[in-house]
């Protein structure tokens, strides 16, 4: 996130720092006497309240009410996160616990994933989020055309993750046993390694490269497939119920806006991959209220790390928390960097 700053000193970064941490730790705007209780620096209230002051004019920090301490704004946030946030070290025990939730008996993409959901959500007490690898990523390893009605025929493709994906189609003419197991064939031949969302362009070049009978096959081939769509991309989300404990979240409007991101993730997963796509090398991103330019997101805060695939170097989707923007993100950056190392790892042994 490239975001251009004012210009701090030392004691504005100590000041701002503190101011972060409270509002963190209590979620009540913080004053100047708080403040110096907490540093426990040679600093009057009433210099850190000119500091205060100061980062206010600047944009950091901003009063609730007149005579109320202050809280970080999003700019101040942003601040803090880049350049103020150190990353606690996770503990051995706390890496044993994750490693070994996540190894449990867990045989398919979708229940790595919404485990993971579910135990980022515990390990947060937030909402934890769990993107399935995108579209390219999965590759075909079988496909099988079954008869259903003289006409009608299910298509089974399962991918490199053992995820079945099923359709029907209903032909204009009846398609006999022996057309369907050459073409069963030849699609088991010609889509082999090739990703779902690929297949009508590979069926495409086939067709100007077959002049025989096979052509046939692959006009065929073409018409099924053309009632074959891409598996959409899901993202599970767990553990939404903690977000209305929360004070931000006390408000009708605000228990809206959780609600519209539990009906429609896609805004969500669009402004993350954005993000993450405009880092050179793909690491976590957070995104704090305003950036995310979503309107109902004004109160949230979200912690994402993709995850990738083998030795793939694209990312194939990302974890997270998703929170207020009050959110523990020293610690809760460390927590959701190491579980997607460890996603990956999972996902690239069930690779086949």
Same mark, same amino acid.
């Given at each position: ?19 972060? *941490? ?14 110096? /209780?907490?540093?426990?620096?040679? +600093?009057? =209230? ?20 007149? !005579? &109320? ?33 996540? &190894? /449990?008996?867990?045989? &398919? ?8 959901? *579910?135990?980022?959500?515990?390990? #947060? ?13 999965? @590759? ?26 099923? #359709? ?7 398609? #006999? ?22 297949? *009508? ?25 053309? *009632? ?24 009708? @409007? ?22 993450? !796509? ?8 957070? +995104?704090?209220? !305003? ?32 929170? =207020?923007?009050?959110? =523990?993100?020293?610690? +809760? ?20």
């Amino acid at each position: 996130m490239n975001t251009k700053f004012p210009q701090l000193n030392e004691r504005e970064k100590t000041i701002l720092e503190a101011v972060v *941490h409270l509002y963190i730790t209590t979620a009540e705007p913080v004053g100047s006497r708080t403040v110096a /209780k907490r540093l426990g620096l040679n +600093l009057s =209230p009433a210099t850190i309240r000119n500091v205060m002051a100061d980062l206010e004019d600047m944009g950091f920090l901003t009063q609730v009410h007149t !005579s &109320s301490g202050r809280i970080p704004t999003d700019l101040g946030y942003r601040y803090y996160v880049s350049h103020l946030m150190k990353v606690q070290e996770l503990t051995l025990a706390e890496r044993e616990r994750i490693k070994q939730e996540l &190894s /449990k008996k867990i045989e &398919s993409m979708d229940q790595i994933l919404r485990h993971t959901s *579910h135990l980022l959500a515990l390990a #947060s007490h937030q909402a934890g989020l769990a993107e399935l690898p995108s579209e390219n990523t999965a @590759v075909i390893r079988r496909i099988e055309l079954v008869h259903l009605f003289e006409r009608q025929i299910a298509i089974l493709i399962v991918d490199s993750f053992g995820c079945v994906h099923t #359709s029907s189609v209903v032909l204009n003419e009846p398609i #006999s046993t022996q057309l369907l197991e050459s073409l069963s064939k030849f699609l088991n031949e010609s889509l082999y390694d090739v990703s779902i969302d690929n297949i *009508h362009s590979v069926i495409r070049e086939r067709l100007k490269k077959f002049f025989d009978e096979r052509r046939k096959l692959v006009e065929l081939a073409l018409r099924i497939f053309t *009632h074959v769509e891409p598996p959409a991309n899901q993202m599970f989300l767990e553990g939404t119920n903690n977000l209305f404990d929360q004070p931000e979240f006390q408000e009708p @409007v605000k228990v809206r806006s959780i609600l519209g991101i539990m009906e429609d993730p896609t805004p969500l997963i669009r402004a993350l991959r954005e993000s993450i !796509s405009q880092i050179e090398t793909p690491q976590r991103t957070v +995104l704090i209220g !305003s950036e995310t330019r979503m309107g109902d997101f004004a109160e949230f805060g979200v912690i994402a790390t993709p995850y990738t695939i083998e030795d793939k170097k694209e990312p194939a989707g990302f974890i997270g928390i998703l929170g =207020p923007k009050r959110m =523990p993100y020293e610690r +809760l950056s460390a927590i959701v960097d190491y579980t997607a190392s460890m996603v990956g790892k999972m996902l690239s042994r069930l690779w086949r």
